[in-house]
């Protein structure tokens, strides 16, 4: 389970994590000691006690890292600057067992910046996962939501889940199938 990377930690104080692959939201005690097993996307993954959970990135301080602060655009941002930073966004959400970005995975089927008809930015994305029955998919898919949201100038984000086409290791980009071997 351990890599040569993975890293001792200890929470400094009670923290909201998310277990792994189940999903169930629980709170980790001030004290508990564990390993961080992977850091990508701004969230955290720690092996605790045989389980593993993941820390969401504005919380990082519990487990003694620097907090993620949220991404920021120039005011005269265009659509494509927006656009941009929806892409680069979504491309720090990680399926927590796999260290490869659901852009890379081939998650994200696709992703639309459009205005409402007061000008305001909304996107729209449509999206899988890697097994129609993983635990963390309402995660994942919240994650994806929250992490454009973020976005200055983002008016509403909608993410849809969808099983059509089922997703297969060929929709992965080929640094995501080298950096799993499948390459």
């Not at 005690?29 to 996307?41: H, N, R, W």
């Not at 504005?58 to 930073?85: N, T």
């Not at 984000?157 to 799993?180: C, G, I, R």
Request: glycine fraction near 8%.
């Amino acid at each position: 389970m351990f890599s040569h990377t993975s890293q001792p930690c200890q929470f400094e104080r009670d923290c909201a994590v998310v277990m792994i692959p189940s999903g169930d939201e629980l709170t980790m005690p001030a004290g508990t000691v564990g390993y961080i097993t992977q850091s990508l996307g701004g969230s955290f993954t720690v092996f605790v006690d045989g389980n593993l959970f993941r820390v969401a990135g504005i919380d990082a301080d519990a487990i003694g890292k620097e907090p993620v602060l949220p991404p920021s655009l120039p005011d005269d941002a265009s659509d494509d600057d927006v656009e941009k930073l929806v892409w680069s966004q979504m491309k720090t959400v990680y399926d927590p067992e796999i260290p490869v970005n659901i852009v890379d995975l081939g998650l994200v089927y696709t992703c639309e910046l459009n205005r409402n008809t007061e000008g305001n930015r909304e996107v729209f994305v449509s999206m899988t996962l890697t097994a129609p029955g993983c635990g963390m998919g309402d995660i994942i898919v919240e994650d994806v939501r929250s992490k454009i949201q973020i976005i200055p100038t983002i008016h509403k984000v909608d993410v849809e889940l969808t099983f059509e086409p089922l997703w297969n290791y060929q929709m992965m980009s080929d640094a995501a199938k080298l950096e799993t071997g499948m390459l």
